[in-house]
């Protein structure tokens, strides 16, 4: 499954700033697999290797949301990044799988940069492009084709088991004492259902504090299918939005809130999202659409300003 515009403008260019102008470690690999008799060599970081998270870690985690949404996962196994510098001809690395002794798990790349280089996945290419990510099952072989335009190749791996679609799970963020979510964990519901066999939020919490030494109070129920106040499935949506880490607990309107973006903007309680003074911006024409123009907020000035930058 291939999935374009994944994340927004802004927090794109946020990540790309760090990667590939900031204070970012990128570390030699002679060639891409120890096994790899082609002997390609590339830069690479790992943002997550045997439950150890890298310094760089916060600078995806609004990345790993949306994944974690958009493909129900229960664990990263593995993420890291991978930078290809440019060759004079087209080169492809070794067909491989990411963890070959392990079954059900599934894989997703993410492009950072638009090149002339590709991804084959099975017997399919999946051509870079900026902001696109693909999904695809982890025991399917694949392998990178460099690029011969641009300087740098820049791609991020994911490597992640999903929940069993049969078992039904329930999502709880855990509350700092400051209101700020900063963990979100999932429960079977069988793990909630009081003595009728009813689920019930307060079992998931008291369960919770059993187990994780934290107070059933500061345990509040989510749902990963609740953005905006719309329920993803047509269903009734809970508190707003599912939680993410840095998100703030709102009591009084039983809102799950995003950090706020602009100083100037305000809380919007019926779709349990930030406004900007002004409101949204204007619709864009399909010529605008067609030559990837979008509208900015501009804080100094108060308004927005229509760019394709």
Sequence with gaps: MIVDNFINKKELNKIKKEMLHGDFNWFYCQKSLDYDKKTQPMF???????????????????????????????????????????????????????????????????????????????????????????????????????????????????????????????HFAKLGSNGKVIQVLTLNNGDMLNADGIEDETVGQQYLERNNNWSAEMWIQTSYNTFANQHRNGGTPLRGNYAGIGYTWDEDNQIFWSKKPYASWVKHIETASWKSPIGDPPELTQEQKNDNFHYQWNEENQNWNLTNT
Aim: proline share 2%.
């Design 44 to 170: 690479e970081h790992s943002f997550l290797r045997n439950d150890m998270k890298s310094y760089k870690f916060n600078m995806v985690e609004n990345l790993l949301e949306k994944i974690i949404k958009k493909r129900n996962v229960k664990k990263f196994l593995r993420i890291k990044s991978n930078l290809y510098l440019k060759n004079s001809k087209k080169k492809s690395h070794t067909p491989h799988t990411d963890f070959p002794n392990l079954k059900d798990y599934e894989t997703a790349i993410f492009y950072l940069t638009n090149t002339n280089g590709s991804t084959t996945i099975g017997d399919k290419k999946v051509n870079d492009k900026e902001n696109r990510i693909v999904f695809f099952n982890g025991n399917v072989n694949h392998y990178a084709n460099t690029q011969t335009d641009k300087t740098e190749r820049v791609v991020i791996n994911i490597n992640y088991e999903k929940y069993n679609k049969n078992i039904i799970m329930a």
